[in-house]
Every structure is written in C-alpha cells, then in structure tokens.
C-alpha cells in the first residue's frame, strides 16, 4: 500500500514563503498534484505535475505557488511565495486519476489520503 505523508507546514506571516515535501512510500507516481483543505470547505487542487515536468495551477494560486518533483528520491515539492491568509489550510499531496486537456486533475485519486501538512498564514 502507497503511504503519503507530507511535511514543511507552519506558521508564517503573509507575504513569507514556505515549501512543503511529500514523501511516496512504495510507488512513484509520474503525475502528482498538491491539494489543500480550509476548514469546513471543500478539496481543491493547488497545483499538478505530469510527466516532462509539465505543471498547473489554479488562479488563485499562479504565479506564487510551483510544483517541482525530485527525480532521484521521488520526492514532490510545493514552493509557495507571498503567502495570504486564504492559503491557510491543511495540504495533502496525491496521485490524481488524470487530467484534461487544460491540465486540471480529473475527480479522484489513486491512493489513500495521508495525514496532511497545516499551513497557517497570519500576523
């Protein structure tokens, strides 16, 4: 069983920067997409990598977030700069099923759902 387990968050003041790793035990996949989840709101998608290191964002994160993926250990990172406060969420990495032709992960992903990094932006 593929275990995701996601690290870097903390408390950061808006404007500062973070990077958050995560960490795939047992299969390396190609295509990899961070998430993240506010309190009492939905799962959404921050950012995606394919194959070629082709990557995506929504708008409300381009341009201050990027997606990267270590080759050699397999490791996926999420480079976030001139944080605000509406990034404050809990942020999970995962496989997802697909993607469409504007490079938006399709519903689903691959493997279980790990525990998750909490990033809190605030002064």
């Known amino acids: 069983q593929v275990q995701l387990v996601e690290s870097g968050g903390g408390l950061v003041q808006p404007g500062e920067s973070l990077t958050l790793s995560c960490a795939a035990s047992?299969?390396?996949?190609?295509?990899m997409a961070w998430y993240r989840q506010a309190p009492n709101a939905k799962r959404e998608w921050v950012a995606l990598?394919?194959?070629?290191?082709?990557?995506s964002y929504p708008e409300s994160v381009q341009a201050r977030f990027t997606i990267s993926r270590d080759n050699v250990g397999g490791v996926v990172y999420l480079r976030m700069d001139n944080l605000k406060p509406e990034d404050t969420a809990t942020y999970y990495c995962?496989?997802?099923?697909?993607?469409?032709?504007?490079?938006?992960?399709?519903?689903?992903?691959?493997?279980?759902w790990g525990q998750g990094t909490q990033v809190i932006v605030s002064s």
């Open positions: 047992g299969f390396n996949s190609y295509i």
């Open positions: 990598i394919v194959l070629g290191g082709t990557t």
């Open positions: 995962n496989a997802p099923r697909g993607y469409t032709t504007d490079f938006v992960p399709v519903a689903g992903v691959a493997f279980d």
